[in-house]
């Protein structure tokens, strides 16, 4: 199963992503993650997408497009993958399906997330993460036992610089003018499946399977 999930930040696609990873044996490939990682390590990737990700705007194609493609060579994604966070833009769309096609590969489905920008607002500004064993919380919906302290390992909870809202608005907008017309061009190749994204996670993961189960 080779799949793609579309959907706007804070959508959910990460926590779906573990759930089909776990369904179909088959690894998530979460571009967000490796781009974060290497701000962390201070990767001259890192640092050339450090300043992208704090303000909300996209990291440039060629550096997304290059760990992708390095990362669909490993031969953990020979029975398939899921990519979370790619591709972002027509450009990177397009890119992948060159990577694919040199690969021999080609992909099984597109699910696009449908979701209320106002209600993400809400789960993005809200959300805390441990920065020793990287456990994540919701200060509304999931918070610790203690505020502002992880259950896990007693750390300080921190807020990421790209959950602040003036950044998550700004990275809404970018998704809606970037990103959003990816629906379009997987809808028109006949790969698209859509799901709405608020539901709980359990039926939204419901929903996911039902969508794939449908997929030749």
Do not use: W
Not at 13 to 22: I, R, S
Not at 91 to 110: F, I
Not at 136 to 150: A, I, K, L
């Amino acid at each position: 199963m080779k799949l793609i999930l579309l959907g706007p930040p804070g959508a959910g696609k990460g926590t779906q992503a573990q759930m089909l990873m776990e369904r179909y044996g088959i690894p998530q490939i979460s571009t967000g993650d490796m781009l974060r990682a290497a701000v962390k390590n201070g990767t001259p990737m890192g640092l050339k997408a450090k300043a992208c990700m704090e303000a909300g705007a996209l990291v440039p194609d060629a550096v997304v497009v290059g760990i992708v493609e390095e990362r669909l060579r490993q031969p953990d994604c020979d029975a398939g993958f899921i990519l979370d966070g790619f591709p972002r833009t027509l450009p990177q769309a397009d890119a992948l399906q060159a990577t694919l096609l040199a690969l021999g590969k080609e992909l099984d489905a597109v699910v696009s997330l449908e979701v209320d920008v106002d209600a993400l607002v809400e789960r993005l500004v809200g959300r805390r993460s441990c920065p020793s064993c990287g456990a994540g919380y919701h200060v509304r919906f999931d918070p610790p036992r203690h505020e502002g302290v992880c259950d896990r390992c007693g750390a300080g909870l921190i807020q990421r610089e790209d959950d602040q809202e003036t950044t998550i608005r700004n990275r809404m907008e970018v998704y809606r003018q970037q990103t959003a017309p990816l629906v379009d061009y997987y809808g028109k190749a006949g790969l698209l499946r859509s799901v709405d994204g608020m539901l709980p996670i359990s039926q939204v993961g419901q929903a996911l399977l039902a969508v794939l189960g449908s997929t030749p």
